[in-house]
C-alpha cells in the first residue's frame, strides 16, 4: 500500500532532473504526434526553434507573444499563494486586453498612452479577479466555479465589442 508524506527537503539533482525530465518526455510525446502526422520530426523542431529564435525579429515576436502569458502565470501564482484557485485568469487577461484597447484609441503622447494602457489592463484584470473573491468571502461561493464561468462571461462580452462598436474602430 502507497501512502503520501510531505517532503521535508529535496536533494538538489532533483530540482534540475525534474524539470529536464518534463521537458524530455514532451519532446518524445510531440515526436510521436508529428510522426503520426506525416511530418519530419526532425525538420518540424528545426521549423518551430527557427520560426522562434532563430533572428532578432523572430526572438522579438516570441517575447511579444509570450509576455502576456508570463504575466498572466505571475498573476495566478500569486493567487496560489493566498489560497484562492484562480481559475478565471484568462477572462481577466481578456478584460486587461479590453480596457488596455479602449484607453489605447484615446488619442495621447506614446509613453502616457503606453503607461495608462498598463494601469488600466492591470485595474481591469484586478476587477474581475475581485469578483469571485468577494463572491467566496461574502456568500462561499466555490471560486473554482464562479471565476471559470466569469471567464464565458468576458470572453462574449469582448466578442459583442468586437461585432458591435469596435468592429470598425481599430
Do not use: H
Amino acid at each position: 500500500m502507497f501512502r503520501l508524506e510531505a517532503r521535508t527537503s529535496t536533494p538538489a539533482w532533483f530540482n534540475l532532473a525534474l524539470p529536464l525530465l518534463a521537458i524530455g518526455a514532451t519532446l518524445v510525446l510531440c515526436s510521436g504526434l508529428i510522426a503520426l502526422a506525416g511530418a519530419g520530426v526532425i525538420e518540424a523542431y528545426g521549423v518551430m526553434f527557427s520560426a522562434s529564435l532563430g533572428d532578432s525579429y523572430a526572438i522579438t515576436e516570441t517575447l511579444v507573444r509570450a509576455t502576456p502569458m508570463i504575466f498572466t502565470g505571475l498573476a495566478v501564482a500569486v493567487a496560489f499563494r493566498a489560497k484562492f484557485w484562480n481559475i478565471g485568469a484568462e477572462g481577466q487577461l481578456l478584460a486587461g486586453a479590453v480596457a488596455s484597447c479602449a484607453v489605447g484609441a484615446i488619442p495621447m503622447p506614446g509613453p502616457l498612452a503606453m503607461l495608462l494602457m498598463a494601469l488600466a489592463g492591470a485595474a481591469a484584470g484586478a476587477a474581475v479577479a475581485l469578483i469571485p473573491a468577494t463572491l467566496r468571502v461574502k456568500f462561499k461561493v466555490d471560486d473554482v466555479v464562479s471565476s471559470l464561468l466569469l471567464n464565458s462571461i468576458i470572453f462574449y462580452a469582448l466578442m459583442a465589442l468586437i461585432e458591435g462598436p469596435w468592429k470598425d474602430s481599430f
